[in-house]
């Protein structure tokens, strides 16, 4: 059974920078791709960003640039800096992973795409 435990959430100041993380177990011999989804209250759970096996990600249009993730199969981790923060980036973020995954260089996230199969717990972020 994969297990997703995140980390690193906390509150910021708009413009500061924060940094995710998420230790993945149980994930066996699979590729999988992982990723960090968020949920405000009132709102829908919005996926921000994936990295795949090989390294290509894809990002939401409302945090490409500032956003960035990326993992260490080493360790079995993964992390989501996330730069020039500001106040509607605050909400419960989530780690993510879908197994026997490979993005296309074009792959573009979308409101439920991918449909990931694991969940951690969540990481609150807020910024005020």
């Known amino acids: 059974q994969v297990q997703l435990v995140e980390s690193g959430g906390g509150s910021v100041q708009p413009g500061e920078s924060l940094t995710l993380s998420c230790v993945a177990s149980?994930?066996?011999?699979?590729?999988?791709?992982m990723g960090w989804a968020r949920q405000a209250p009132g709102k829908e759970r919005e996926r921000v960003a994936i990295?795949?096996?090989?390294?290509?990600?894809s990002y939401a249009d409302s945090v490409k640039g500032r956003f960035t993730i990326s993992q260490d199969n080493a360790k079995n981790s993964l992390y989501l800096q996330m730069n020039s923060l500001k106040p509607e980036d605050t909400a419960m973020y989530y780690c993510?992973?879908?197994?026997?995954?490979?993005?296309?260089?074009?792959?573009?996230?979308?409101?439920?795409?991918?449909?990931?199969?694991?969940w951690g717990q969540g990481t609150q972020v807020t910024v005020s």
């Open positions: 149980g994930t066996g011999d699979l590729t999988y791709c």
């Open positions: 993510a992973a879908l197994p026997n995954c490979r993005l296309p260089e074009d792959y573009r996230l979308g409101a439920n795409r991918p449909a990931y199969l694991y």
């Open positions: 990295i795949d096996g090989v390294g290509t990600t």
